[in-house]
Every structure is written in structure tokens, then in C-alpha cells.
């Protein structure tokens, strides 16, 4: 990976997202430089997966400012997407089970040199473009630490017969394929043992320090870990009619919600 700083600062003051069940989060404040590692942390239903979602441009804020590489949101929805991408999102950015880490590879691949590329790479000659997509998929494997010899059937290994610090690894590998200057990542160390759990966020650290600023999702943050950036969510006072009516699933409808307010992931 390119050890040249690139990713993007993200700020946010009295930031919020307000639904048709009520608030998913609000009052959230976020100072972070390029490369930052930030650390997002609440319980389930606070809205950790809508914070991730309004800050990479894929869900409208109801108050507050927020910037992502000085873009503001939610003016500039559309180009803080084109910047950041996104990692293990349920139902929006998941694994097939039914396919083969190497069909994920090649479809990612050949998706960034459709859409993610200039005019002048599409018009290179079909070798080079081809060996600039092993290029692409080389170097975003190896900041992944995903090791495809290690794997059962290598690249033909299933997506259900992975690990889950494996399928973790293959999903940031995939959304690092794009060159994002923020990758955000959801349930970094959901099911995981301590061991991978500590793996995952060395993963993480160590794209920070590359150069590309991380937002992580967790239960957890890593411990003694002056250099990441903590943001809690937590259930905000709402008002009786602002309550959600089942008490449970706020992240998940907000996720649907995310894809019918943005138009795309």
C-alpha cells in the first residue's frame, strides 16, 4: 500500500439522524485528522450503523455538520461516496456465501476498472489493464493480511467455509480495492475471540497508518489505545412519541433506510 498520507478528516458537531421510529443517534461531535483510527461504540440499537452510514454519504442527517475531506454533509452526499467505502455492512456490503473469495475478487476488480477508472486507463491496452487489476487485488490482500494460500481451497475457497476474521479480512480487502480515503467498517469485532479481535484491530491500525482513515464499528474499542479516536453512540432521551415501538432493531431498519434515502451504497 502507498504510505503517502490520503485519507480524509472527518469532523462532525452535534450530528444526528432522525427516522420514522425516532432518533437512531444524535449530538455526536467527531474531530479526527487523516489516517485517523476511529473507534465507534455502543450497544446494539444506538445507532452505530446509521453514524457509519451518514458519514460515508449513504444517509441524510436531520441536524448537526459533519465533513468528510472537507466535504460537507449532507450537500455533498455523492462525492463523500465516491471517496469512502464501505466493510461488512450487513445488507448493504456483505459476502455472498455461494461464491468463491476469487469470484468476490474478480468481480470487484472488473467493477473498479469499469466505474472506478479514468477514460485513459480504459483506453490502456487489455494486458496492461489486466495486470493493473492484480495490482489492485495484490495490494489490497496484503493490507488486509488475508493470506489466499492459507485458505482451505486457496482462491477457490467458499465464502461459507471462511473464518470469521478471514471473511472479515476479504470484505476490507474488497472495499480497499476502490482506494477509498476513508474505509468505514461495521461489526469489527462482532463473534470474534480476543485473539482475532486484537488481530482485527492491528488490520485496522495498521491501515491507518498507511495512510487511509478508518471508521470502526464495535462493542469493544482496543484498550490503552491513545491513538484512536472513541465516539460513543448511546440511547438518546427521546420523547415518548419519538420511542421505538419494538425496543430492538433501530440499526437494521436504519441500514434499509439508508439505501432508499441515498439511492445507492
Known amino acids: 500500500m502507498d ?6 478528516a472527518v469532523t462532525a458537531a452535534g450530528y444526528g439522524v ?3 421510529r425516532g432518533w437512531a443517534f444524535r449530538g455526536i ?3 479526527a485528522e487523516p489516517g485517523a483510527l476511529i473507534a465507534v461504540q455502543g450497544p446494539s440499537g444506538s445507532g452505530r450503523t446509521c453514524l457509519l452510514l451518514a458519514l460515508t454519504g449513504r444517509m441524510k442527517t436531520a441536524e448537526g455538520t459533519a465533513e ?3 466535504l460537507p454533509l449532507p450537500k455533498k452526499m455523492a462525492a463523500v461516496r465516491s471517496v469512502t467505502a464501505l466493510a461488512h455492512v450487513p445488507g448493504i456490503a456483505e459476502l455472498d456465501p455461494a461464491l468463491t ?3 468476490h475478487l474478480r468481480e470487484r476488480a472488473l467493477l473498479q476498472g469499469r466505474f472506478g477508472g479514468s477514460l485513459a486507463t480504459l ?3 487489455r494486458q496492461e489493464r489486466r495486470a493493473a487489476a492484480r495490482a489492485l487485488v495484490d495490494d489490497a490482500l496484503t493490507a488486509a493480511g488475508l493470506d489466499l494460500d492459507a485458505l482451505p481451497k486457496g482462491i477457490r475457497t467458499s465464502v461459507r467455509d471462511l473464518e470469521r476474521l478471514e471473511a472479515l479480512r476479504l470484505s476490507v480487502a474488497l472495499a480497499l480495492i476502490g482506494g477509498p480515503r476513508l474505509l468505514a467498517v461495521d461489526d469489527t469485532d462482532l463473534k470474534l475471540s480476543d485473539e482475532e479481535r486484537a488481530a482485527a484491530w492491528a488490520m485496522l491500525r495498521s491501515l491507518a497508518a498507511a495512510g487511509t482513515t478508518v471508521l470502526a464499528v464495535c462493542s469493544e474499542p482496543p484498550q490503552d489505545a491513545p491513538d484512536v479516536v472513541l465516539v460513543r453512540t448511546g440511547r438518546p432521551e427521546q420523547d415518548a412519541a419519538d420511542a421505538p415501538v419494538d425496543g430492538g432493531h433501530d440499526d437494521e431498519e436504519g441500514a434499509a433506510d439508508a439505501l432508499a434515502e441515498a439511492g445507492r451504497a
Open 3 to 8: 504510505s503517502t498520507p490520503h485519507g480524509a
Open 18 to 20: 432522525k427516522g420514522p
Open 29 to 31: 461531535d467527531i474531530t
Open 68 to 70: 468528510v475531506g472537507g
Open 101 to 103: 473469495v476469487g469470484e
Open 123 to 125: 483506453l490502456r491496452p
